[in-house]
């Protein structure tokens, strides 16, 4: 894709987490890496006032320099973070989903209590420690949290998606969602029933190999 493209792509991703529930007001973030830097959306805006033109570039070499007529998103530090950690990860979304963030306050761990967590790459999607928004703290935990996976729930705040473009990681952002609210529904009635991790890792290449949805 070409960058205005991708930009875009970017603004369409954020006014869909809005449709879609996903998200409120201007809480939420979305990145995608662009070589060696990123694209992110910029701090305090609202998404139906937001504009390609709007959003930051950065270096992910870089500490705090950006480019472009606004700041970037307070939580820049993690989007930058998990790109340097993880080569296979393309985009980032980052929202206030009402059943990730009520696990989330919780600090509940996601288990394979649906098969749909091998689209996550592993048997459980973990919950993070709190610590405040923007901090290195968080970026620090929230790498250590996802791991290999593609998918963190993080401490009274909320989830990140990730995935190899924007498509992949706006789809894991609904899955888990998804997999959040009835994981807590389950919970309401009794004891979900947990699936082995043999399993889980048997689904995962399946997920790999069909693409994005779920194999029949």
């Known amino acids: 894709m070409q960058m205005h493209e991708i930009r875009r792509a970017i603004v369409a991703a954020c006014l869909e987490m809005n449709r879609l529930g996903l998200n409120q007001g201007t809480s939420g973030n979305i990145s995608v890496r662009c070589g060696e830097a990123m694209l992110v959306t910029p701090t305090a805006t609202p998404y139906d006032r937001l ?17 472009g007529p606004k ?4 939580e820049w530090r993690f989007h930058r973070d998990i790109y340097r950690a993880r080569p296979d990860v393309g985009a980032v979304v980052h929202c206030h989903a009402t059943y990730a963030t009520v696990l989330s306050m919780l600090r ?3 288990p394979a209590a649906h098969y749909m967590i091998a689209a996550f790459g592993g048997a459980e999607i973990k919950c993070t420690d709190y610590a405040p928004y923007g901090a290195a703290e968080l970026s620090a935990l929230v790498v ?3 791991g290999p996976r593609h998918g963190v729930l993080l401490g009274s705040h909320g989830m ?10 706006m ?4 899955e888990l969602e998804t997999l ?9 009635m009794g004891e979900p029933v947990v699936l082995s991790d043999a399993e889980i890792e048997a689904l995962v290449p399946r997920f790999a190999a069909y693409g994005l949805q779920a194999p029949d």
């Open 171 to 174: 789809w894991r952002a609904v």
């Open 144 to 146: 250590e949290g996802l």
């Open 71 to 74: 700041a970037p998103s307070s």
């Open 51 to 67: 504009a390609p033109e709007m959003l930051a570039s950065m270096r992910l070499a870089d500490d705090e320099r950006f480019s």
């Open 108 to 110: 509940v761990n996601i």
């Open 160 to 169: 990140i998606a990730t995935g190899a473009d924007l498509d992949a990681a």
């Open 180 to 188: 959040a609210k009835q994981y807590y529904l389950a919970r309401a």
